[in-house]
Structures are given as structure tokens and as C-alpha cells.
């Protein structure tokens, strides 16, 4: 495993990126309503990012096709835009990276459509207040499986689940660095979190159970039992005073 740390220099571009990116999920929220299609989402946003002289970080990674990813109820992470007109009741989730001048911000929100039902606010709630208890725990010199360690139970006693195949990651010159950051498991292991560091913090929550399966566009992840999906995702850099979110507006 090789960790990257980041210099103040390349912090407070990663900075500058993350406002791009907290900025356009700040217009998706704006769009997302009954009657949009997710192309006219993606459309937006890859206009508005490059408005800001930076290039939509997901735009022909691994051959991923659109600039956004897309996840619309039970859909996980990694939906493709399309024609997919958005309907009252559905949640939808949007994860956006931005490489402004080499680095890289990434974040993810999910948002209603319309009026939703509870249950799905509730898990849109949950999953929200689960990133927070992660957060608080990417702190300089506790372990990196402190943060899968704090969200999973507070997740599983809120009756949901937490995605288990998919994690945040390191990231800063390149979109996925090391090391892989688990949102489940035992606290107290892998590496030491030290002032430098930049994560992705981004629970994926089921309403039922967290096993998933990839569609056969080979992108796009729902959950297996057909359960409603959410996502909150910010990048968090470790410094000596605690985490920073360098994906806020």
C-alpha cells in the first residue's frame, strides 16, 4: 500500500477542486425534479465544470461514458445518464469528481424528488448522519478502519445495511489512490491516519439487505433485494486540528 501524503500546496488546490464539485451538486439539487432525464443532469453539470476550468474527473475513466454517475432508487453507485426521466417519490443519488489543475475532488449526495415517503427520507437522514459519524473519526492517529468501524453499527441499528463491495478510497493526483476506506468492520487496524492524508468518505446504505449485483452495462450497481439505495460522500483531509471536508461550497 502506498499512501500519498499531500503537501499544503496540493491541499489547497484539492480545495479548490472540492468547491467545484460542492458547487455543482449545489446545482443538481436545483435540477433534480419530476420530468428531468438524467443526460440533461450530466449535460449540466459537465457544462458547469468545465465553466470552472476544471474537467468532470469521471469522463472516460476506465471507459465510463458521462461526466456524472447516476443512482436512482435501487440503484447503488455507478448508473450511466440517460433517458431516465426522474419521477415524483424517487430518490436519486449524484456523484461528481472535478481534476482541477492535476488534482482531484469527489462527492456524492442523494437527493428526493418531489415529495418522497418517509421510510426514504429516513435513509436519506440515516446515511447523512452515518458520513458525519465517519468524519469525526478521521482524525490523526486513530486507524483507518475507525471510520467503517463507527458507521456500521450506527447504520445496522437503524435497521439498514451497510454496502460492503464497494468503499472510499485515497485520492488527490489520481481520482483512486490507496488506501481503500471500508464503511463496515473491526476498529483499531490498517494504517495509522497521519496530517496529509485525503479520503473519500462515502457509505452506500441499503433500506434492506447490502448485498448488490452490476447490471449488464457492466457500470451500473443495484441492490440485489430490490431495496432503496443511498449515498452521501465527501473528501476529507487529515490534518492536525481534525478532518477538513474539502468538498463543501
Given at each position: 500500500?502506498?499512501?500519498i501524503l499531500k503537501?499544503?500546496s496540493?491541499?489547497?488546490?484539492m480545495r479548490e477542486?472540492g468547491r467545484?464539485?460542492?458547487?455543482?451538486?449545489?446545482?443538481?439539487r436545483?435540477?433534480?425534479k419530476?420530468?428531468?432525464?438524467t443526460a440533461?443532469?450530466?449535460a449540466k453539470?459537465?457544462?458547469?465544470?468545465?465553466?470552472h476550468?476544471?474537467k468532470?474527473s469521471f469522463?472516460?475513466?476506465?471507459?465510463?461514458?458521462?461526466?456524472?454517475c447516476?443512482?436512482?432508487?435501487d440503484?447503488?453507485?455507478?448508473g450511466?445518464p440517460?433517458p431516465q426521466?426522474?419521477?415524483e417519490?424517487?430518490?436519486?443519488?449524484i456523484?461528481i469528481?472535478?481534476?482541477?489543475?492535476?488534482l482531484?475532488?469527489?462527492?456524492a449526495?442523494s437527493?428526493?424528488?418531489?415529495q418522497?415517503?418517509a421510510?426514504?427520507?429516513?435513509?436519506?437522514d440515516?446515511?447523512?448522519a452515518?458520513?458525519?459519524?465517519?468524519?469525526d473519526e478521521a482524525?490523526?492517529?486513530?486507524?483507518l478502519?475507525?471510520?467503517g468501524?463507527?458507521?456500521q453499527?450506527?447504520?445496522e441499528?437503524?435497521?439498514?445495511?451497510v454496502?460492503?463491495?464497494?468503499c472510499g478510497?485515497g485520492?488527490?493526483?489520481q481520482?483512486?489512490?490507496?488506501p481503500?476506506?471500508?464503511?463496515?468492520?473491526?476498529?483499531?487496524?490498517?494504517p495509522?491516519?497521519?496530517?496529509?492524508?485525503?479520503?473519500t468518505?462515502?457509505p452506500?446504505?441499503n433500506?434492506g439487505?447490502?448485498?448488490?449485483r452490476v447490471l449488464?452495462d457492466?457500470?451500473t450497481?443495484?441492490?440485489?433485494?430490490?431495496s432503496?439505495?443511498?449515498?452521501?460522500e465527501?473528501t476529507?483531509a487529515?490534518t492536525?486540528?481534525g478532518?477538513?471536508l474539502?468538498?463543501?461550497?
Amino acid at each position: 500500500m502506498a499512501i500519498i501524503l499531500k503537501t499544503p500546496s496540493e491541499m489547497a488546490t484539492m480545495r479548490e477542486a472540492g468547491r467545484i464539485v460542492a458547487n455543482t451538486l449545489t446545482l443538481m439539487r436545483d435540477l433534480v425534479k419530476p420530468g428531468v432525464t438524467t443526460a440533461d443532469l450530466d449535460a449540466k453539470a459537465d457544462e458547469f465544470i468545465r465553466k470552472h476550468n476544471a474537467k468532470p474527473s469521471f469522463k472516460g475513466y476506465n471507459g465510463f461514458p458521462a461526466s456524472i454517475c447516476v443512482a436512482v432508487n435501487d440503484q447503488v453507485v455507478h448508473g450511466i445518464p440517460g433517458p431516465q426521466r426522474l419521477e415524483e417519490g424517487d430518490i436519486i443519488t449524484i456523484d461528481i469528481g472535478a481534476n482541477y489543475r492535476g488534482l482531484h475532488g469527489d462527492a456524492a449526495m442523494s437527493f428526493p424528488v418531489g415529495q418522497i415517503s418517509a421510510e426514504a427520507q429516513r435513509l436519506l437522514d440515516v446515511c447523512q448522519a452515518a458520513l458525519k459519524i465517519g468524519i469525526d473519526e478521521a482524525r490523526a492517529g486513530r486507524h483507518l478502519t475507525d471510520i467503517g468501524a463507527a458507521i456500521q453499527p450506527y447504520v445496522e441499528s437503524q435497521g439498514f445495511s451497510v454496502v460492503r463491495q464497494y468503499c472510499g478510497h485515497g485520492v488527490g493526483r489520481q481520482l483512486h489512490e490507496d488506501p481503500q476506506v471500508f464503511h463496515y468492520g473491526p476498529n483499531g487496524k490498517g494504517p495509522v491516519l497521519r496530517r496529509g492524508m485525503v479520503l473519500t468518505i462515502e457509505p452506500m446504505v441499503n433500506a434492506g439487505k447490502p448485498e448488490t449485483r452490476v447490471l449488464d452495462d457492466k457500470w451500473t450497481v443495484i441492490t440485489a433485494d430490490g431495496s432503496l439505495s443511498a449515498q452521501f460522500e465527501h473528501t476529507v483531509a487529515i490534518t492536525d486540528d481534525g478532518p477538513r471536508l474539502l468538498t463543501l461550497p
